[in-house]
């Protein structure tokens, strides 16, 4: 194979390989929450979010679902992310995603799980925020163990402007020496 194709395929590698066109992550954040006893108090089980500097506009939840008493389900089990308690008439709700799609209708232990969903408004951080948890069976609880929150950025695509110029840099010197 002669050099300038060697070289041709190199430089085009090194654009797909360097993200000419491929996405890059704009930032997550995740919050190990461990274990959590909710009820059907909507007043209680505010949990505090520092919400770091970013943009968000998805959110990730998982939890272990397992009743506690009063008959509780896994489809009363909701919360929201906020910036204030919900007993406060100014308080912005950014998600409020009802039941997880896998909840069951049944007091059954379930893992449960909320992936990628749409923030109703997008979280321009930093941000003091707050977890609103509820189980809305009134006299139920439950514990939601091991649970995890992520926020999430947008996907962009990498700026091209200076690998760009370095493809079409080696394009030109292979250009050249095949000329010469």
Known sequence: ??????ISILAAGLLVAM???????????????????????????DIALAIPAGFYDTVSFTTDWS??????????????????PVTDPGTTFYADPGAA????ASGDAVTLIWDSIALDIPINGPLD?????????????ALWANS?????GPTQASEPGILLLFGLGLIGVVVARRRS
């Open 129 to 141: 925020g707050f977890l609103l948890t509820l189980q809305t069976f009134g006299g139920s609880s």
């Open 101 to 104: 799609p896998n909840a069951l």
């Open 1 to 6: 194979m002669a050099l300038y194709k060697k």
């Open 148 to 152: 995890v929150l992520t926020l999430s």
């Open 67 to 84: 009743a506690i008493s009063g008959d509780p389900w896994s489809n009363e089990a909701i919360w929201a992310i906020t910036d204030g």
């Open 19 to 45: 993200g000419l066109a491929a996405p890059a992550s704009a930032g997550s954040v995740v919050f190990n929450l461990g274990d959590i006893v909710v009820d059907d108090d909507s007043a209680t089980g």
